[in-house]
């Protein structure tokens, strides 16, 4: 058999999608309270490939980010919902729109790099 020799971080790095704008599907989404304490939306997002292929990224949704609340309201559709200054979780689920996504990479380099939600 022959092959090319990959770093681990050369076959974690394939596993991601390039930095760019990815039409998205919400599959879950929680409520849930953070480790400081704050009230926040735990996401479940179905991010598609050019391919029609999907991967799975989780998005966090707190006051202290407010324009991300806002975008993600906006970008599904939650408008109204988002002006009334409560949002529950269980509206985002089925919600499809476009997002920004970016590779996050962990600073002390103990986790691997991966995608992360940088906008709606």
Do not use: W
Request: glycine share 8%.
């Amino acid at each position: 058999m022959r092959y090319t020799p990959k770093t681990e971080k050369q076959i974690a790095e394939e596993k991601l999608l390039p930095k760019g704008q990815y039409p998205f599907q919400i599959s879950g989404a929680i409520d849930k309270t953070s480790k400081s304490g704050n009230e926040m939306i735990e996401l479940t997002i179905r991010v598609y490939k050019p391919d029609g292929a999907f991967m799975l990224v989780n998005d966090y949704l707190l006051e202290s980010m407010a324009y991300k609340v806002r975008h993600a309201a906006v970008a599904c559709g939650l408008e109204k919902e988002y002006d009334t200054g409560e949002l529950p979780a269980s509206l985002f689920i089925g919600k499809e729109g476009v997002l920004e996504l970016t590779i996050q990479s962990d600073k002390n380099g103990v986790y691997a790099d991966k995608n992360a939600v940088k906008d709606y």
